[in-house]
């Protein structure tokens, strides 16, 4: 089992800045691939982005590239994931996940097999 817990969530106004961490609870962290979901109202969950084991590779899905940028902290089995230039748009519940049977990073849900409880992130224009 891998629990996940996000924070850093708030609300920003348009343009503004938010670091959300995840916090994962199992020591072979640092062998998973890791990404970041969102899902806004009545909007299917979607990819934001996701980072390799080694933080050698990452991957965004093209309406945050350039905005935010994903990180991970093996020693800390935290990754992080800043957002800049917010957008109202952006406005979701953020979740966590972690992909535990490959340490390539992907933006497909379905490689995904544990996740955070999500925290909201809210974009006033």
């Known amino acids: 089992q891998v629990q996940l817990v996000e924070s850093g969530g708030g609300l920003v106004q348009a343009g503004g800045s938010l670091r959300l961490s995840c916090a994962a609870s199992?020591?072979?962290?640092?062998?998973?691939?890791m990404g970041w979901f969102r899902q806004a109202p009545g909007k299917e969950r979607e990819a934001v982005a996701a980072?390799?084991?080694?933080?050698?590779?990452?991957a965004y899905t093209d309406s945050v590239e350039g905005r935010f940028t994903i990180s991970r902290d093996n020693a800390e089995n935290t990754i992080y994931m800043q957002m800049d230039s917010l957008k109202p748009e952006d406005t979701a519940v953020y979740y966590c996940?972690?992909?535990?049977?490959?340490?390539?990073?992907?933006?497909?849900?379905?490689?995904?097999?544990?996740w955070g409880q999500g925290t909201q992130v809210t974009v006033s224009s």
């Open positions: 996940a972690a992909a535990t049977l490959t340490s390539v990073q992907t933006l497909l849900r379905r490689a995904y097999n544990y």
């Open positions: 199992r020591r072979t962290f640092s062998r998973y691939a």
């Open positions: 980072i390799y084991w080694s933080s050698v590779f990452t």
